[in-house]
C-alpha cells in the first residue's frame, strides 16, 4: 500500500519496539475504508489508539520474534533463519509468556514488557539482535581447501574485517578467526573454490537491551545448528520464568550466558 511523504514521517516517531505493528494496523484500518493509501490521518488515528492503555492490552502478546529481509532474496544472506524463526515463535507460543507476564506484572503488561528474539541472515544485523533478549545471526565458517590459490587477492578485498591475508610463500589465503565474522563474502568471492563453506549455522546473543541502562547482547561461545539454538532459547525461557520478579527483563537477571548452559 502506498503511504503519502507526511504519514511516511509520522510512522518513523514511533518507537522502532512496536513500528511494524503498527505500521501493519494502520494499512489494515486505511483498507478497512476502501482506501488504496494511507494519510497523516490514518495514522494519527491509529497512533493514539494502538498506544493507549486499551488499545496497548490488546495488541501486547508477550513477546515478539523478528526477523530481518534476508529471506527476501538478500545478496549478504550467510545462513538463512527462516524456518529457525517459525520453531523460535512455536516453542515460545508453548511457553505462554504473556500468562506469565500477568501474573508477575502489576499495573498491566506493557509492549517494553514482552520477551524480544531477533534474528539475523548475516552479521549486517539488520535485525538488531544485539539489543534484545535473544539475538540470533546466520554464519558460514570460511575453510581453506586443496584447489590451488591464485593470489588474485579477491578475498582480501571483499573481507570488511580484514581478517584474510595472503602467504605469497605457500600461495594460500590466511585467515584470522578472531576478526572473521563469518558473513561468507570471502567464500563467494574466491574463483578458484580455495576458500569454501567449512560449517554454517548461528551465532547466539543473550541479554541484550536498550532503554535507560543498556547493553549488548552477551554472545555464546561457537557456532551453533538449528537444534542447539532451540534447546538454548528453551533454556533462556525456562531460566527467566524461574527467575524474574515483578516484570523484570531478561536481561537484568541474566549475568552470564553460563547461567543458560
Known sequence: MKWSEDAASAIKTVPFFIRKKVKIKVEEFAAQKGKLSVDLDDVTSLKKKFLSKEGMEKQVKGYEVSVCFGGAGCPNSATSCTALSKDIEKIIEKADILSFLKTTIKGGVKFHHEFRVALS??????????????????????????EPCTLCNACVQVCDETAIIL???????????????????????????????????????????LGRHPRLAME??????????????????KFYKENSKNGQRFSHILTSVDQIL
Open 220 to 237: 555464546v561461545p561457537g557456532l551453533h545448528t538449528h537444534e542447539e539454538v532451540l534447546h538454548i532459547v528453551q533454556n533462556c525461557l
Open 121 to 146: 541472515d548475516c552479521p549486517n544485523a539488520c535485525s538488531r539482535p544485539q539489543i534484545v533478549d535473544i539475538g540470533i545471526i546466520g554464519a558460514v565458517l570460511p575453510g581453506i581447501f586443496d
Open 167 to 209: 602467504d605469497p610463500e605457500n600461495e594460500i589465503p590466511l585467515i584470522d578467526f578472531n576478526q572473521c565474522l563469518m558473513c561468507g563474502k570471502c567464500i563467494t568471492a574466491c574463483p578458484t573454490g580455495t576458500l569454501q563453506e567449512k560449517e554454517n549455522g548461528f551465532r547466539v546473543l543473550l541479554g541484550g537491551r
